[in-house]
């Protein structure tokens, strides 16, 4: 049985959530998560939709400066990371996602959907370009 690897988008009002297939193949954007301002309200949404989906791995977004150096927003994203290793008692491993929101938005522009839209389906789309690159990058 293959179990899925769930990907993260971190940001600050919102968490992108993407899934692979069980063979780890490809990424699909699931939903965008409203941070509720505790980090333990975030944990239990996102432990939930690990349960219901039977993940076995995270990969969550880390976002770097251009000239590859970590600031604040990594290092929030490692302990970040941290935190959801300890509550889920999953392996995480973080991806460079430095373009990705980038890509989206592109990719959103690209396929003409409204600029209302686009906001409400970013993050779940930048969550999938993060897992499919990382993905790609086993394969």
Do not use: C
Not at 20 to 25: I, K, M, V
Not at 41 to 52: G, S
Not at 107 to 135: E, F, P, S
């Amino acid at each position: 049985m293959n179990l899925r690897i769930m990907g993260l988008d971190l940001g600050d009002k919102t968490i992108g959530v993407a899934l692979s297939d069980p063979l780890g193949y490809t990424a699909q954007g699931l939903e965008v998560v409203r941070r509720q301002g505790s980090l333990k309200a975030d944990l239990a949404k996102l432990k939930e939709i690990a349960r219901a989906n039977e993940v076995s791995k995270v990969v969550i977004g880390f976002p770097r400066n251009m000239n590859g150096t970590v600031g604040p927003r990594g290092e929030m994203a490692l302990a970040f990371g941290q935190e959801v290793e300890k509550t889920l008692g999953l392996p995480v491993e973080t991806w460079d996602e430095r373009l990705s929101t980038v890509a989206a938005e592109k990719m959103l522009v690209g396929a003409d959907v409204r600029r209302k839209k686009r906001r409400q389906v970013i993050d779940k789309i930048a969550a999938a370009l993060i897992l499919q690159n990382y993905l790609d990058s086993k394969a």
